[in-house]
């Protein structure tokens, strides 16, 4: 990369797999991963330069956080997580998990054609009995949504007490535009204060590499909305991808690249995390 990150830069949007013979995936599954284990994940973060870094549940182990909370475990001043669970889960359990680094339970709402796209994702409906205990312990919601079905959504996020943050520059495809009414409502909502977004996953609105310019409308409207309620992630080792396998580093060069001035790119990828996530001061 051609500049310096800022001091405690993070790289929000991540996940571990594997060893499967240690952390077996979910049955059923939308897919299977290759292992992407801890030791290939820090390796990860110190090739981009990133001080910290946030796991995510991925729908591949279903409810069970293990391999995630066994990441976090190793490197504790180091990662954060975004667990997956529903109804199931108890006071005693968030807060254990809050101790392990877990900062935020994740919902998905993601569809197709009116259908679920990915197995064992948890619907905000069975999340919303925690919201008191999240609320407590400073939490966020994270939410996986195509943007066009967040307008039928926004009277549930209305009622949630904690930040909702909205995955992948709300993961639509460019070709709906910036003006389609579901991303305008992204942009609202970020631009209020009221939501988050993560301009991250540029390769999932179906742009075209190496440089993602049709992904770039939708990260100039985020950032000019606020970027005090931005925050970004490469989305390794890129689970699923709808088109080439992406390189993290590309991503994060193209990020800088759209993101030039200096205060802006130290808040998204430094002080938004801090503050998000309960990072301690770099």
């Known amino acids: 990369m051609s500049q310096t990150l800022p001091r405690g830069a993070c790289d929000c949007h991540c996940h571990v797999f594997g060893p499967a013979a240690r952390f077996p995936y979910a049955e059923p599954r939308s897919y299977t991963p290759d292992d992407a284990p801890f030791e290939a994940y820090i390796a990860h973060l110190d090739r981009l330069g990133c001080a910290r870094g946030v796991l995510i549940q991925p729908s591949a182990y279903g409810r069970d956080n293990a391999a995630m909370l066994d990441a976090l475990a190793r490197a504790p001043q180091r990662l954060r997580g975004v667990a997956v669970g529903g109804a199931e889960l108890t006071r005693e359990t968030l807060q254990q998990w809050h101790a392990a680094g877990i900062r935020g339970l994740r919902a998905n709402e993601f569809r197709r054609d009116g259908k679920p796209y990915y197995s064992n994702g948890v619907r905000l409906a069975d999340i919303e009995p925690l919201y008191g205990v999240m609320a407590e312990l400073g939490w966020h919601l994270q939410l996986w ?92 080792p890129h689970p699923r991808p709808e088109g080439p396998l992406p390189d993290a580093v590309r991503l994060l060069q193209v990020f800088l690249d759209w993101t030039p001035r200096e205060q802006d790119r130290r808040a998204i990828l430094s002080d938004n995390p801090a503050r998000l996530y309960d990072f301690p001061p770099p």
């Not at 959504?153 to 709300?170: I, Q």
């Not at 440089?211 to 309620?229: G, T």
């Open 145 to 236: 949504i195509d943007t066009r079905d967040l307008p039928e959504l926004e009277p549930a996020l209305a009622r949630v007490p904690v930040p909702v943050v909205v995955d992948h520059m709300g993961r639509m495809e460019h070709r709906h535009g910036t003006r389609h009414p579901g991303f305008q409502a992204l942009v609202r909502g970020v631009g209020e204060g009221r939501l988050w977004s993560k301009v991250s996953g540029t390769y999932r609105l179906g742009a075209t590499p190496p440089d993602y310019l049709e992904a770039k409308p939708f990260h100039d409207a985020l950032l000019a909305a606020n970027p005090a309620n931005l925050l970004w992630g490469s989305d390794w």
